[in-house]
């Protein structure tokens, strides 16, 4: 499952590169609509106010995979000077319980999160699909400018809170089995290789 390492850089680069055309698309959308052109009535006809609502979503969406990424690869912030300081086996059973604790929390958020997603529209979609009785079900709530059901747009939190989570777990378990946590290095770059001579000699 190698796709798995990459998992979040995946669709991060996605969300944001949707999130960049939209923009893109609105605002030379905006403009051109003000010019004075044989294409100024079609333009007109064009509703685009959605894009807003529709990158903000996706930002949203960028953040909780975002933060699963912080865990697999430790660019989370985080105090750990007095751990440190600390005898080696001490200092393992210290950072394994945080690990562990931030495995359980966001896996508590995970849970709480596709309960709330359920209840919000989804058990009345999926219900609704596969022909079954929904006059007992509420059918939610929509997003103002899409129209979507919002339990699609929060879906970020059980999906995002369960990547974390298994982040977490990874983490824990590496660290079990080598003593190390990841280390996010600012001056590396991916793909540059420091044993290529013509990397080092530039």
Known sequence: MKWLDHLEEWLIAALMGLATILTFIAVVHRYAVGFNSPLQDW???????????A????????AKFGAAYGVRTGIHV???VLINQLAPQNRKKVVLFGLLAGALFTGVIA????????ENGAHYAIFNKLGMDVSDLIEGPTTPDLEW????????????SSLMCFRFLQVAWNFLRTGELPH?????????DDSDPANASA
């Open 43 to 53: 333009l007109l006809q064009i509703d685009l106010s959605w894009t807003q609502e």
């Open 55 to 62: 990158t903000i979503y996706l930002f949203v969406w960028m």
């Open 78 to 80: 985080g105090v750990d």
């Open 111 to 118: 849970t709480m999160g596709a309960r709330f997603v359920w």
């Open 149 to 160: 059901p919002t339990w699609v747009v929060y879906l970020a939190i059980p999906l995002g």
């Open 184 to 192: 996010h290095d600012h001056g590396h770059v991916e793909g540059l």
